[in-house]
């Protein structure tokens, strides 16, 4: 698909984006590189994250990475010194790292819920605040974009660390772009819906008839691309976007509002069948 933004559209910008080495943090982080960002990656796991910063290079892209653990305060003061010591002034962060597994919620144990909600909520406030208090002090602006999910809004059974997590990092960016609005700083949320990546689907959808499953709950009948993810957060990030603060997007095809309505298994249905059923309905007396 040819490119949709000018291609210097985030020149100045330096995003930061945690879990930026694998999935769609990476698809993020090339995007956004590829569009004029200076961008920091940051995740646990060195390997994937020098590789994903070689590739941003051999494209022409500014880019650079440092190990860091998001539920340490102390790795992610240490991550973003690092990040502005090599790359200038952070402008930019995508709250993006996230953990989750599937687990009946009675047999959690505390240390199961601890690395769930520390590595989402916490790591997300940890960096979030990093950023926050840099920008106030410095009289600059800035932007926050938190990855989360659409069942931060509904709950949803057997990830109730990450529902819980998710549903507070939306409460942050609600309350922080209130508060932080006065300095000129943003904060939004995206809510993507199944989007398939590699760490998340052999963590959460190991098994194909669990995909095609899946498939058939978005009314737009597929999965969403990387691409379609990524416009959206070039968007939020930008200057396009200068005026929206505190929303949450659901990027997820219709999935959620699909599954709500007290008539929508009609969708799943034949349509030939369903429109010969609605004019045997509008004949009854
Ligand atoms: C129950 C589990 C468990 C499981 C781990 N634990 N896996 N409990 N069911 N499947 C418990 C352990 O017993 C331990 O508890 C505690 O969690 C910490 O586990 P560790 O393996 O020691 O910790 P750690 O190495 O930090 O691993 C954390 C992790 C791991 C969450 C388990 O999977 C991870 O780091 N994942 C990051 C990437 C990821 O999950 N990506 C998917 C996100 S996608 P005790 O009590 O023994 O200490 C996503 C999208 C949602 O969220 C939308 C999808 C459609």
Redesign the pocket.
């Given at each position: 698909m040819a490119e949709l933004f000018h291609s210097d559209i985030l020149q100045d910008h330096h995003i930061v984006v945690t879990g930026g080495g694998t999935g769609l943090g990476k698809a993020m982080a090339e995007r956004l590189a590829s569009l004029g960002a200076k961008v920091t990656i940051g995740g646990r796991r060195e390997e994937p994250l020098q590789e994903t910063v070689e590739g941003i290079r051999s494209e022409g892209g500014v880019a650079g990475w440092e190990t860091m653990n998001v539920r340490e305060p102390d790795s992610v003061a240490a991550f973003f010194e690092a990040a502005e010591e090599r790359n200038g002034p952070v402008t930019g962060l995508i709250n993006n790292a996230?953990?989750?597994?599937l687990?009946p919620s009675h047999t959690?144990?505390?240390?199961?819920f601890d690395?769930?909600v520390k590595t989402n909520l916490y790591g997300s406030f940890y960096c979030t605040q990093w950023c926050g208090q840099h920008w106030i002090g410095r009289e600059t602006p800035g932007v926050v974009l938190s990855i989360v999910?659409t069942y931060a809004d509904t709950g949803s059974a057997f990830v109730l660390p990450?529902a819980v997590s998710k549903a507070g990092i939306v409460a942050m960016t609600k309350s922080l772009a209130a508060e932080w609005g006065t300095y000129g700083i943003r904060l939004n949320a995206i809510a993507p819906g199944?989007f398939p990546t590699k760490?998340?689907w052999e963590?959460?959808v190991p098994d194909p008839q669990m995909a095609e499953h899946m498939k058939k709950r978005v009314p737009l009948g597929r999965f969403g691309e990387p691409e379609e993810l990524t416009n959206l957060v070039v968007f939020l990030m930008s200057g396009l976007a200068s005026y929206l603060s505190g929303e949450v997007i659901a990027l997820d095809g219709g999935e959620v509002l699909a599954s709500g309505g007290q008539f929508n298994d009609f969708i799943k249905q034949d349509r030939e069948g369903v429109l010969a059923l609605f004019e045997m309905m509008r004949g009854a007396k």
């Open positions: 996230a953990a989750n597994f687990a959690l144990s505390p240390g199961g690395a769930i999910t990450s199944p760490g998340a963590r959460l």
